[in-house]
Nanobody
Framework: QVQVVESGGGLVQPGGSLRLSCTVS????????VGWFRQAPGKEREGISC????????VYGDFVKGRFTITRNGPGNTVNLQMNDLQSEDTAVYYC???????????????????WGQGTQVTVSA
């Protein structure tokens, strides 16, 4: 069974940066559309960004406001989420999700994805 694995979370000061990475236990992530989500305590899981299979089209949530960038790292078989200018409200568990869809657009709706990672904690605090 293919598993989605996130890495790169941690503690960062306000205004700082982190890069999260997503990969799969078997196969090549290039064959999947991939999304990043986050869930803060007491809140719903929300979509951050996604990148489509085949076309690498991207979508971002409104709250990102140019601070986050999603990319594929082909040789490393990962999808990265570069997060800049992090603030306390960005504190959450961050999840990667994947789906082997043939669609050329991606979605930041949770229901679009079939496979989910266990999450990685991001804490923004002084």
């Amino acid at each position: 069974q293919v598993q989605v694995v996130e890495s790169g979370g941690g503690l960062v000061q306000p205004g700082g940066s982190l890069r999260l990475s997503c990969t799969v236990s078997h196969g090549n992530l290039d064959y999947y559309t991939v999304g990043w989500f986050r869930q803060a305590p007491g809140k719903e899981r929300e979509g951050i960004s996604c990148i489509s299979r085949w076309t690498d089209r991207t979508v971002y949530g409104d709250f990102v406001k140019g601070r986050f960038t999603i990319t594929r790292n082909g040789p490393g078989n990962t999808v990265n989420l570069q997060m800049n200018d992090l603030q306390s409200e960005d504190t959450a568990v961050y999840y990667c999700a994947a789906v082997p869809t043939g669609e050329t657009m991606c979605s930041i709706s949770r229901t679009f994805y079939k496979m989910w990672g266990q999450g990685t904690q991001v804490t923004v605090s002084a």
